[in-house]
């Protein structure tokens, strides 16, 4: 009765539990269509599907689909045979030695189950034995049949009870009529009992068989008394020993459906072969075929197993399981794969579904935030749902019991170590011996460190020589370089550069140019850009140094893109910074979390490999955890609990926020303060939380004592904040001295806590200077240079009101200490507030140690502050645009500035005069700097190409390697004495340069030049030379031509034209710039030649044979204009008549000498008549008689017969009148002629006499 109620109990207690916790054994909620549960129902119920699988990895979902499947369809017998792997590690230790062992076990596992799971009452003659437990009315039952089964031998046996025996049957046969009025004679009353005791006794045999079935005979001896020794069987028996038993079993129990789970886990094949043979001995067996109703029975059997359970093959039984591997289909009758519900690729969206479903009912502060990169980080390692939601219960009860802060940080680390404890039990529980993987990786810190160590003293080293390079480096663009290498190989006559089959003007590279010819290894060099000229080659090395002169052209423009268009000092300042930086890492290094060692690629790398080195198949997952931060050093915090210590219960109360992370007051009141300190964990003091008022003062009073404590709040204070910089301010309140261990132990372990206060513009200038001023006060000298120098300058400088704060009137000489040690170069100052004997003293300083900048505001300050007695009014009250010239200072009479400008000078000129546009300088001043040896090349160049100034004699400039930047940027005055001596000094082909031909192309500059006039006397072959090169060179046109020739007062007589284009010969000759000589003559036109003739006519007719004429050119000689009569009746009397061409220039010749005396040009006016006859003859057959006559008439007066009434008239005598007669006697001019007394009479014709008499 009490075992009932307390059964009762436990029913109702079930009913009443809470349903929130996530259990791991399978579920029953796999509705009743699902295809699972309809594709088992229709194996089970196919006759010839006898051994169906369900098929799926680990956690996919086969035990609930068993379940729900035996929920949904009761109707079926079902039983289930379930073994876990907890043996495995025994069974391997037993299938070593005896190779049968784990099958055997495995066989009995499942008889025991199969048996055990029944009542003993359904299979009472089983031989497997089992506790019986005898009731008393059990017990009853039994003896009553014992007594039944004896009273026949008793009472027949035993004679004093015949009598009772009589008295007895009496009262029941009386009893018996009474009752029932039944007749019952002796005979049956007899036959009665008889009965009773033989059923009796049956059953009581019945029940003494079944006791004995647990023994076996062992021997048998027969004597004078039969002796009988029972033995107990043994229960260690496979399939074979019992398979009566298993027969038995399945006939008196109607099972249909056999479940076998977890079979797989021991990967034995042979047990499922063993175990379809059993399925087909008992679907054979004839007691348990057919039932009394002649119904066909089918026992099933239903394996849940995973996919590859069939590739298993040791190496032992490989060739005995081939067959099996490859015949996986034919072993199963039906086959059910089952899909998993989740893996490492949906894991995600389940753990976040548990969230969800934690979070919904939960207030906002105790909800469980875990950000979604976790989730996706560690949802790779997550394939089975069990695991998932017992590492997710498991979860909650750490944080119910541990109390962490409810961070997002501390959520995901306990995940992430309740993760490794279900992924890794045994790694696990190594972490409290401080033994697991996870330790192991843990300790690689400090090789990491030491590697990251080396790193950043490599990175020094490299900044540190950059520094030094850029110290050295003086120029600011790739121009300026090119500039100066191309000066460089110029002065060696090389021009031109040869690279990649192309040939280039070295001036006009460009940056790519460079960056392709510093992977050459040789380079041709010309001196100009004709096919012919002289070449060098030259290799890389040479070219880059200008043969050893200069430093590495490509070293220096590698500098130069690092500067990346600042200025040298910000670059060296830039790098300054990142060694500071790196110096602080480096100091930081110790402190440094592993998870932020892990961000350097290469420490990620190595710290990988050394982790792979000893292999542990956790290594991903420990990789992944360090590397993000999930498990960090302080691990043992989450796994075990906090005990507390021999302090208050406010102290205990601080002592958890601390833990948690969560800030309080930072004045909350602690009694034993060293107590609590020595409670807390040294990685919490690096945490905000710890900034108490008492704990920093008891740790800064005793700073040796927690020298490790104070490092670790020191090193919060690498970022600032409000509450960081309340906690200082409040310090220094609190106590003043505890303040000032405080702010100098700061600086000196981060130095950039004063970058962060003084100069970060999260803070307004108020607190800027506030905060200077604490720590200026606060830290000794020798500290602040050594550790904050450069930001407490960089301060100074941002300053420009610097010399008007309070401090410095406060305590100046500790200013000027600051300043001098430094030697701060102030950039600008504005003293236009305060004026008084301690700022006064401050700016004497910087003025007489040359404490500042050479920059337009400095000078400028200096000027107005005029406290110095050699100080010229006049240059300040001058000309305001020319105040910072150079020669404005040096005529300024200030000593000190004169001399630290003269000093300084590359300084001055890079930031002030090479700056400054419109600023005029003496020429004087100007030669000074270009012959001074402290001014860097470079400077000089750039000062030359400021044209700021003009110089009157290029032969002042001592360099002749600036000749060509004066004369480039026309800084020189338009000098034929210039131009000379550049000619002389620089050229040396005898050919114009680029520089000459641009300042000669200058309209200005030929202009002022043709206003002087070329001695040409002085140096004559000089002076030819160069006025040669001017004429002869294309590049100068005709225009700047014409006024450089003003200046000169002689023509050429041999100049080579040859590659002249007729253009320029037609303006040398119009210009008369070449006379006529023969070497002239020779090399021009016709056209130019005659031109020249005419322009040099007194050359010509002093030597007129060496001049050869084209036909035709003496008539257009004797028809020029510019030509004088004189002239041409000088080239008439020089020429031989055949040279005068006279059949063309008969009347050309005549018109000049016929008003001549007849004797000067007697025979060539004969000549001059015989062409005239000879033109008649040729044209006669054209002319009329008259025509003929008249022409004769004006030929000669003797010809005048031809035209008189007379009927002849007489000629002299000779050739040509003779057969010139004859053509007029044809023409009809005449009739007859003949000779007479040495003459010719001419007899005209009768009808011309009478023709002419009528005319008259």
């Known amino acids: 009765m009490i075992d009932f109620f307390r059964d009762l109990k436990l029913k109702f207690r079930e009913k009443d539990e809470d349903n929130d916790i996530k259990v791991l054994s399978p579920n029953e909620d796999i509705p009743k269509d699902d295809i699972y549960i309809e594709s088992l129902l229709k194996a089970i119920k196919h006759k010839k599907a006898l051994n169906i699988a369900l098929s799926g990895p680990y956690g996919a979902g086969k035990s609930s689909i068993i379940e729900s499947f035996k929920k949904h369809y009761k109707e079926f017998n079902c039983i289930n045979i379930s073994l876990a792997n907890f043996l495995e590690k025994e069974s391997n230790n037993i299938e070593k030695d005896k190779p049968d062992s784990l099958q055997d076990q495995l066989e009995r596992s499942i008889l025991k189950q199969l048996f055990y799971k029944v009542k003993y009452s359904k299979i009472p003659n089983s031989r497997f034995k089992r506790i019986n437990e005898f009731t008393l009315l059990k017990t009853s039952k039994i003896l009553i049949l014992f007594i ?204 976040k579904k548990l969230i969800y479903e934690y979070n ?60 490794y404890k279900n992924l890794y039990p045994s790694d696990f529980d190594k972490l409290k011996n401080k033994n697991s993987y996870i330790n192991k990786a843990i300790n690689m810190k400090e090789e990491l460190i030491d590697k990251s160590l080396l790193s950043i003293n490599e990175s020094i080293s490299i900044k540190k020589k950059e520094q030094e390079k850029i110290k050295k480096e003086v120029l600011d663009s790739f121009d300026e370089l090119l500039e100066i290498y191309c000066a460089g190989w110029s002065k060696e006559n090389w021009n031109y550069i040869e690279y990649n089959y192309k040939k280039e003007y070295l001036k006009e590279l460009k940056i790519e140019d460079m960056e392709n010819i510093e992977s050459m290894k040789q380079l041709i060099l010309y001196e100009s850009s004709s096919y012919y000229a002289d070449s060098i080659s030259v290799n890389i090395e040479d070219f880059a140094t200008i043969n050893g002169g200069k430093r590495d052209f490509f070293e220096r423009l590698n500098i130069i893109k690092s500067i990346n268009g600042v200025s040298h000092e910000k670059r060296i300042e830039i790098l300054e910074n990142e060694i500071n930086d790196l110096g602080y890492k480096k100091n930081r290094l110790a402190l440094t979390s592993l998870k932020n060692l892990l961000k350097d690629t290469v420490l990620l790398n190595n710290f990988r490999a050394k982790l792979d080195d000893d292999y542990f198949e956790g290594n991903d997952i420990i990789f992944l955890f360090l590397r993000r931060g999930y498990v960090d050093e302080k691990y043992s915090d989450l796994i075990s609990v906090f005990i507390e210590g021999k302090i208050s219960q406010e102290e205990k109360h601080f002592l958890k926020e601390v833990i948690c992370g969560i800030k309080l007051d930072l004045d909350y009141p602690l009694e034993n303060v060293e107590e609590v300190i020595e409670e807390i964990n040294i990685e919490d003091f690096k945490n905000e939380s710890i900034l108490n008022l008492n704990i920093l003062k008891c740790i800064f009073e005793n700073f040796e004592k927690y020298k490790i404590n104070a490092k670790n709040i020191l090193s919060q204070f690498e970022e600032i904040n409000d509450f960081k910089l309340k906690a200082m301010y409040s310090l220094k309140t609190f106590d003043e001295n505890s303040f000032n261990i405080f702010i100098s132990e700061c600086i000196k372990m981060n130095p950039k806590i004063f970058y962060k206060l003084c100069l970060n513009e999260e803070f307004n200038e108020i607190n800027r200077e506030k905060n200077f001023n604490n720590i200026i006060k606060g830290v000794y000298e020798d500290i602040l240079l050594d550790k904050v120098g450069q930001d407490l300058e960089k301060y100074l400088l941002t300053r420009v009101d610097f010399i008007n704060m309070d401090i410095v009137n406060e305590i100046p000489q500790k200013i000027i200490n600051i300043i001098n040690n430094l030697n701060i170069k102030f950039e600008k100052l504005d003293n236009s507030k305060n004026k008084n004997n301690n700022i006064s003293k401050v700016v004497k300083k910087i003025y007489d140690k040359d404490l500042y900048c050479i920059n337009r505001n400095m000078i400028e300050f200096l000027f107005n502050e005029k406290f110095y007695n050699d100080f010229n009014e006049e240059v300040y009250s001058g000309d305001k645009e020319n105040l910072l010239s150079y020669s404005n200072i040096m005529n300024s009479g200030m000593k000190n500035l004169i001399r630290y400008i003269d000093e300084n000078i590359n300084e001055y000129l890079e930031n002030i005069l090479l700056n400054e546009d419109n600023v005029w300088e003496e020429g004087e001043k100007i030669i000074k700097l270009i012959n001074s040896s402290s001014v860097k090349q470079d400077n000089i160049i750039s000062l030359i190409n400021k044209k700021n100034f003009k110089i009157y004699s290029i032969e002042d400039v001592e360099d002749i390697t600036y000749w060509k930047y004066l004369m480039e940027n026309k800084v020189v005055e338009a000098k034929w004495k210039n131009i000379i001596s550049y000619y002389e000094k620089i050229i040396t082909n005898e050919s114009l340069d680029s520089i000459l031909i641009d300042f000669l192309s200058d309209i200005k500059v030929v202009k002022e030049l043709s206003k002087e006039m070329i001695n040409y006397e002085e140096n004559e072959k000089l002076i030819n030379e160069v006025s040669s090169s001017i004429i002869l060179n294309m590049e100068l046109s005709d225009l700047c031509l014409e006024y450089l020739i003003k200046s000169f007062s002689w023509a050429f007589e041999e100049l080579d034209l040859s590659e002249l284009p007729k253009s320029r010969v037609d303006f040398l000759v119009d210009k008369k710039i070449i006379c006529l000589s023969e070497f002239i003559y020779d090399q021009i036109d016709r056209k130019n030649a005659l031109k020249l003739i005419i322009n040099w006519i007194d ?77 008649i003859i040729k044209n006669i057959d054209k002319l009329s008689i008259s025509e003929i006559k008249n022409k004769l008439k004006d030929i000669d007066d003797k010809y005048k017969g031809f035209l008189e009434f007379n009927s002849y008239f007489d000629l002299e005598l000779d050739d040509i009148i003779i057969e010139f007669l004859d053509d007029l006697e044809k023409k009809g001019v005449s009739s007859s002629h003949k000779e007479l007394n040495g003459k010719i009479r001419v007899y005209r014709r009768r009808k011309v006499l009478q023709e002419n008499k009528e005319k008259r």
């Open 148 to 351: 039944t089964a004896m009273i026949p031998i008793i009472l027949f046996n035993i004679k004093w009870l015949v009598g009772k025996y009589i008295e007895c049957k009496e009262i029941l046969l009386t009893f018996f009529k009474e009752q029932f009025q039944i007749n019952v004679s002796d005979l049956n009353f007899a036959l009665i009992i008889t009965g009773i005791s033989l059923i009796s006794l049956f059953f009581l045999v019945c029940l003494i068989k079944s006791m004995l079935n647990s023994f076996s005979i062992k021997s048998i001896k027969a004597s004078k008394n039969l002796e009988l020794n029972l033995e107990a069987q043994s229960d260690i028996k496979s399939f074979d020993k019992y398979i009566d038993e298993i027969m038995y079993f399945f006939k008196k129990n109607k099972y249909d459906v056999v479940f076998f789970e977890d079979l797989d886990r021991f990967n034995n094949i042979e047990i499922f072969t063993r175990l379809r043979e059993l399925n087909n001995i008992i679907n054979e067996s004839e007691e348990i075929k057919t039932n009394k109703l002649m119904v066909e029975r089918k026992v099933k059997f239903v394996y849940a197993i995973k996919d590859d359970i069939f590739s298993f093959c040791s190496q032992e039984s490989e060739s005995k399981n081939l067959n099996c591997c490859k015949n996986r289909t034919k072993f199963f009758d039906y086959i059910i794969p089952v899909i998993p519900k989740i893996d490492s690729n949906n894991s995600f969206g389940e753990l």
């Open 360 to 419: 919904e009912n939960k207030e906002q502060e105790d909800r469980i935030k875990i950000s979604k990169q976790f989730i996706n980080d560690i949802s790779i390692f997550i394939d089975d749902m069990r695991l998932l939601t017992n590492t997710f219960n498991e979860f909650l009860i750490y944080y119910e019991k541990m109390k962490i802060a409810k961070n997002e940080d501390m959520f995901q680390k306990l995940f992430a170590i309740i993760l």
């Open 1099 to 1175: 050359n010509y007719l002093n030597n007129i044979d060496n001049y050869y004429l084209e036909e035709g050119e003496i008539g257009i000689l004797l028809t020029s204009d510019e030509i004088t009569i004189d002239n041409k009746l000088s080239i008439i009397k020089e020429l031989d008549i055949e040279k005068l061409e006279l059949h063309k220039n008969y009347n050309i010749i005549e018109n000049l000498i016929s008003d001549l005396d007849d004797n000067e040009f007697l025979e060539l006016k004969e000549e001059i008549k015989l062409e005239k006859i000879k033109v």
